[in-house]
């Protein structure tokens, strides 16, 4: 389990992580997702070891992260600019990980050489960014981690690559266990893989849910009114309304059953639950705490 | 789970490796130009293979680039080593990756270190490899020197490479590390220069050089200027009547021979080796504190952000504050000391400059003028108030005398000769001296308004006036420190009878018993040895050497004729006159060398040499007839310089005289420096004549 309590950090005054908790469950593909500037990265480089807290705990397992030479060799983690020396091949940088970390499977990388396709005598910096990214994949996977922990790790790849890389990520959840935690700004993909979301703004949590608690949690409903109603009455609690025809698409947070219920008073032609997006529930959440829907980048 | 990285916390041979391989060019290229000096050798010997080199010969060898080489060597290397090993630390990608590698900041410490250290020391194993290796085969082999040498060159290699990681993580930021890592090593002999040409613009008598109270804070030049390589030769006489030229011992030649190499004051570099320990203490516990956030940061530490601000604000209050002043005022300044409004005006100016530029640099942003007020004024405070505690010399500089019980040793100079004086042996000419210190320390605004007014009056009746008089006096006091003072200033006749005044207690002092029998070494253990004349005759001269009995003899004649008053004194206004200080002089050279023995701090016998020089006039009787009796000189010789040279005196070379002036310095080491050793010269001589010209002689060891 990966556990933030409380945790500050502060830049030169600026309070980057302001009190923020999360808890990932192990075994469970966490996203972590915000606007720009939430403290998601922030977040991340403490979760890695390399920024140490001015206040609160980072622990996995139980143990703190900081300093912690034989935790650390049980994450393995992908930032969002990955670094490799300017020098080095593929084959160059899968030795120093392989001397790096202890469960460093050879067999692994061997296996995803098919996968990755990569000639491991090029230079790294010769490479595209994607094929970057797909060789900091190549080698983090190798690792054998316990714990995954990826920021925005799948910007730049193609479509099929992502794909590719999520299925051999969900492959080690299942197999091994793998706990992963991953920062995106890619809501439809992530509402694809995770199964537990923290939202974060403004360096702190705003909430964290199971996917189905949280689609639980807020309902989108498709409603025709009897003749005579032009709208939906006021005295709906309505977190957004929109409308074409007949047809009036509204986001209530409650359940369906109570939403249902709350309608069905003005004797509606038509009321239909429909799937919430996890991008319709990080603009609806986060609209509460005045975040401005334009400004985020989908 | 155990982990690899558990049995190896302290050091990981991935990363070691990684860095050695990285960075090989650092420490292949000067491997590969250090090899070459031992193949060239080989190459030599092999050419030549009865080549005279001994074992002695190549150790000094060895030691003078400990000396020499060894210093600036390491202290460039060491840089370039320190920024590949710690180049992580400055890029936030590098620093991330590395920070999350499964290995404390302890391996990364240690292993950095290792690294670093390998990379300074493999040119020398490689090099040092192949010279033994090369040396040994021809025969030529000194362990201790090489020993010595290898001990040497591990404890400045790491010392330079631990006081370059310490500056490593005092920045963040790759281009500031050199430039801090320079200003490191160098600050403590800058500040130095700095405050002396400060403090000398404002304080009277003070000396404007560099004093080097805190050159150990400059390791390179202090090892430079400690460090030495001692040489010992015999000398032994070879017979050879067929090829020799005749010498004192017959026909031969002599043939030195090295018979003993040291390394003097060796033990500063393992002093300094160890304040490479501590150092990388210093290091390690910046690290251990240091933000990962900050790479990029020129000051990675967060409470010498206004060390360096402030210390830039400082330094180029001074440095830019003097530039600006001598730019722009320099040449509307009245007399020899600064004036304080515009040179606190400059040093404000170039203070705000350096207060911003420190703070764009902390900010790495060129806004930085909103809210600063605070630490401009600050600033502004600290600049006027250096200028008024220097004006106002608040910490008593101009008037500190040290007393007789605080001197370790002194040294003076005033009417052109030197005097070197120890308490125990010379402590009523000491006392003199500190009371014309005094007075002249007294007078000093006196001596700052007459020689403004003199710098324009210079043609005020030379009867009367006596310009631009020189006393340096150096007090070596026995906490180590010293107290040094140089004076330029007019003698006035009418103030000579006045014993309030310094003309009085000068005039006084040199003209007195105590300094004369100091200069002509009467009762001081200095023993005549041996001397010469040179008798002057236009083109021609004639020379003639004498031995211990006539020395004595005439020492004792010049002895007679002081204590009758007939040796005359020094006029302090003669010098105005175009060479007639020397015009009522025989026209000889009369050198008289002296002996003594003492016993060195370490209670060995030696021996000190010494050698003056006697100007003898017509009204010296007693020396006079010595000379005659003695045979050195006839009465057709001993013409003056006026009777022999009338041309010299006329009045044309007067007036160019007048119009023109003249004057010389020469450079010798100075008393001081003999005494304490840091000079090579074995003894030195106060060539003294009559209360005429000096110069300092020394003689070599």
């Known amino acids: 389990m990966i556990e933030v309590k409380n945790v500050v950090k502060t830049f030169d005054g600026f309070h980057a992580l302001d009190g923020a908790t999360l808890t990932v469950p192990t075994g469970s593909v966490y996203g972590l997702v915000g606007p720009n500037g939430a403290g998601k990265s922030t977040i991340i480089r403490h979760l890695t070891g390399i920024y140490r807290q001015d206040a609160g705990e980072v622990a996995i397992a139980g143990e703190t992260v900081w300093e912690n030479a034989a935790l650390k060799a049980r994450i393995a983690a992908i930032p969002d600019d990955w670094f490799y020396y300017a020098q080095s091949n593929v084959r160059d940088m899968m030795r120093f990980y392989k001397g790096m970390y202890p469960n460093f499977s050879t067999e692994r990388y061997e296996k995803l050489k098919s996968v990755f396709n990569i000639d491991e005598k090029r230079t790294i910096r010769r490479l595209s960014k994607g094929m970057q990214k797909q060789v900091a994949f190549w080698l983090t996977l190798s690792c054998m981690p316990d714990y995954l922990i990826l920021d925005e790790p799948v910007d730049g790849l193609d479509p099929v690559m992502r794909r590719q890389i999520w299925s051999l990520m969900m492959g080690d959840v299942a197999e091994r266990g793998t706990t992963v935690l991953v920062s995106s700004h890619n809501l439809r993909e992530l509402e694809d893989v995770c199964d537990h979301v923290g939202i974060m703004d403004k360096g702190t949590v705003l909430l964290e849910r199971s996917l189905a608690q949280l689609q639980d949690n807020m309902v989108k409903l498709q409603v025709v009114l009897p003749d005579g109603m032009a709208d939906i009455p006021a005295e709906v609690p309505v977190l957004h309304a929109s409308k074409i025809g007949r047809i009036h698409t509204i986001i209530m947070r409650m359940n369906a059953e109570e939403a249902t219920a709350r309608l069905a008073v003005y004797n509606p032609l038509l009321v239909d639950a429909v799937p919430l997006t996890l991008e319709e529930i990080f603009i609806y959440e986060l609209g509460g705490v005045d975040y401005a829907v334009k400004d985020i980048v989908l | ?701």
């Open chain 2, 1 to 701: 789970m155990q982990s690899k990285t558990s049995f190896c916390e302290f050091f990981n041979k991935t990363l070691f490796r990684k860095n050695l391989m990285r960075f090989w060019p650092l420490w292949a290229a000067p491997s590969f130009i250090g090899a070459l000096f031992p193949l060239a050798v080989l190459t030599n010997l092999l050419r030549d293979p009865h080549w005279n080199l001994t074992a002695l010969q190549l150790t000094a060898s060895y030691y003078e680039i400990v000396t020499y080489g060894l210093p600036i060597i390491s202290l460039c290397y060491a840089i370039l080593v320190a920024i590949a090993v710690w180049s992580y630390l400055f890029n936030a990608r590098s620093v991330g990756l590395m920070h999350t590698l499964p290995v404390r900041r302890e391996g990364l410490f240690l292993t950095g270190i290792l690294s670093g250290m390998a990379m300074m020391l493999i040119p020398y194993v490689i090099t040092g490899a192949l010279a033994i290796l090369v040396f040994g085969l021809s025969g030529v082999f000194n362990p201790m020197g090489i020993f010595v040498t290898i001990l040497c060159v591990i404890g400045e290699s790491f010392f330079y490479f631990s006081s370059a990681t310490v500056v490593a993580f005092i920045t963040g930021n790759l281009f500031a590390l050199p430039v801090l890592y320079f200003i490191f090593h160098f600050l403590a002999v800058a500040m130095d220069w700095l405050v002396n040409l400060f403090a000398t613009g404002f304080l009277f008598g003070l000396q404007g050089d560099y004093s080097g109270v805190v050159e150990y804070l400059s390791p390179t030049v202090y090892l430079m200027s400690n460090v030495r390589c001692d040489r010992q030769y015999t000398e032994t006489f070879i017979s050879d009547a067929i090829h020799g030229s005749l010498t004192p011992d017959g026909y031969g030649y002599y043939e030195s021979e090295l018979t003993s190499v040291a390394l003097r004051d060796g033990w500063i570099v393992a002093v300094y080796a160890l304040a490479g320990v501590v150092l990388l203490g210093i290091a390690y516990a910046l690290y251990r504190r240091r933000r990962s956030e900050s790479a990029g940061d020129v000051v990675a530490v967060g409470w010498m952000k206004p060390v360096f601000r402030y210390g830039v604000a400082l330094c180029s209050a001074m440095a830019g504050g003097l530039a600006l002043y001598a730019i722009f005022w320099g040449s509307f300044q009245s007399g020899d000391t600064y004036d304080v409004i515009p040179l606190a005006i400059a040093m404000l100016i170039a203070g705000t400059i350096g207060y911003y530029a420190a703070n764009m640099l902390l900010a790495k942003s060129l806004r930085v003028f909103r809210g600063s007020w605070k630490g401009l004024a600050l600033t502004a405070v600290c600049a006027v108030a250096i200028c008024c505690t220097m004006y106002f010399d608040l910490f008593g500089v101009e008037t500190r005398v040290p007393t007789l019980d605080q001197i370790d040793h002194m040294t003076f100079y005033a009417a052109d000769n030197n005097y070197a004086l120890l308490p125990d042996e010379d402590a009523e000419l000491i006392e003199e001296i500190r009371a014309v210190h005094l007075a002249i320390a007294e007078d000093a605004d006196y001596i700052r308004a007459m020689e403004q007014n003199l710098r324009y009056e210079s043609a005020k009746d030379r009867s009367e006036f006596s310009l631009h008089n020189t006393v340096r006096v150096n007090y070596y006091l026995k906490d180590g420190t010293s107290v040094s003072r140089r004076y330029s200033f007019p003698i006035v006749r009418s103030r000579l009878e006045d014993p309030n005044t310094y003309d009085y207690a000068l005039d006084r002092m040199v003209n007195g018993q105590n300094s004369r029998n100091k200069r002509f070494h009467l009762n001081d253990g200095f023993i005549p040895m041996n001397g010469y004349i040179y008798l002057e005759a236009g083109d021609e001269g004639h020379h003639h050497s004498f031995g211990d009995r006539e020395a004595r003899q005439i020492m004792a004649a010049v002895a007679n004729d002081i204590a009758n008053g007939t040796c005359g004194v020094y006029n302090w206004f003669e010098s105005n006159h175009y060479d007639y200080s020397y015009a009522m002089d025989y026209a000889l050279d009369l050198g008289i060398e002296f002996q003594k023995p003492v016993v060195l701090a370490d209670g060995q016998n030696s021996t000190d040499y010494d050698s003056i020089s006697i100007r003898v006039r017509p009204e010296m009787d007693h020396t006079v007839n010595a000379l005659l009796q003695l045979g050195l000189a006839d009465q057709d010789s001993l013409k003056t310089r006026l009777e022999l040279f009338p041309e010299n005196y006329s009045a044309e070379a007067q007036e160019w005289f007048d119009k023109y002036g003249y004057a010389y310095e020469t450079s010798f080491p100075t008393p001081t420096e003999v005494i304490t050793g840091s000079s090579s010269a074995a003894s030195i001589g106060i060539i003294g004549g009559a209360d005429g010209p000096t110069e300092v002689f020394v003689t070599a060891g």
